[in-house]
């Protein structure tokens, strides 16, 4: 009976272990803000948007102290593996990423879409796009996927360090298109005077081997502590009712909520 009681108490104690080893503590986040409404900085200079509201709350709930270095998207991944920060943004949690680092659960999904001209035939397909320029992010798993079918089929893509390049070649019609998160676009870009005359077309871009079903933190490989820190207070903010408040003020009624939680299996 003594050793069950024991044997208890040890699982409760390794439960609470993240809460209690990171209390106090300050994380850097590796963090792209160029990337509105996710990820920008306000009229102040300081880190904003969805994902900065989100990490701010988890951290709050776990009573650790999050401060955020910038990098290009494309950086992040090589920062966090050469420990200059310990955690890092949402991103999809792909096949190939997966070999790299590991990641917590899922905090949303965005679907990527193509953004065009208004009036534009211009399809996400390697038949529709040939001989166009197409942007994408570096680094990102739509770079990936239009190098993998788009590219060899005679589509122009470039690559640029951060979507504010993307959008501010769009509207200088420098490009015929972009495939990107729709979200983004549609709260972001789409709602600027430069985005005026664009809109998203076609159907969501999907692939089960390159894409994730959803975008997660990444964080080192072994490291469980911040790993365990992170699910646990995802899943805080998301039984209070916290990370609803949040995705309602940027995105409305928009569904973003991955089916399960886990990114095991996310990306086979």
């Known amino acids: 009976m003594m050793l069950k009681a024991h044997v208890v108490a040890l699982a409760a104690l390794t439960f609470c272990s993240a809460s209690a080893l990171a209390a ?23 880190p904003t948007g969805f994902e900065i509201d989100i990490t701010n709350a988890i951290c709050k709930a776990m009573e650790v102290k999050c401060d955020y270095v910038v990098s290009s998207f494309d950086a992040e991944i090589p920062s966090l593996m050469a420990k200059k920060v310990d955690f890092i943004s949402p991103l999809g949690a792909t096949s190939k990423r997966k070999k790299s680092i590991d990641f917590s659960h899922f905090v949303y999904h965005v679907p990527s879409q193509l953004v065009v001209h208004k009036g534009s035939t211009l399809q996400p397909t390697p038949e529709s796009l040939q001989g166009k320029n197409i942007a994408v992010q570096q680094g990102s798993i739509q770079e990936m996927y ?123």
């Open 24 to 46: 106090g503590e300050t994380l850097r986040v590796g963090a792209d803000l160029t990337y509105p409404p996710f990820q920008y900085r306000d009229v102040n200079g300081k």
């Open 146 to 268: 239009a190098n993998k079918y788009w590219a060899p089929k005679g589509v122009n893509v470039k690559a640029y360090p951060d979507q504010d390049g993307i959008y501010q070649d769009l509207a200088a019609d420098r490009l015929d298109g972009a495939l990107s998160p729709s979200v983004a676009v549609t709260f972001g870009f789409l709602q600027k005077p430069e985005g005026k005359d664009f809109e998203l077309t076609g159907p969501e871009v999907r692939d089960d081997v390159l894409f994730s079903i959803g975008s997660a933190y990444g964080v080192r490989k072994g490291d469980e502590k911040t790993q365990q820190l992170l699910n646990e207070g995802l899943a805080k903010i998301m039984a209070d009712g916290t990370w609803q408040k949040i995705k309602q003020h940027y995105f409305g009624d928009i569904t973003m909520k991955v089916a399960r939680t886990e990114t095991t299996d996310a990306a086979k």
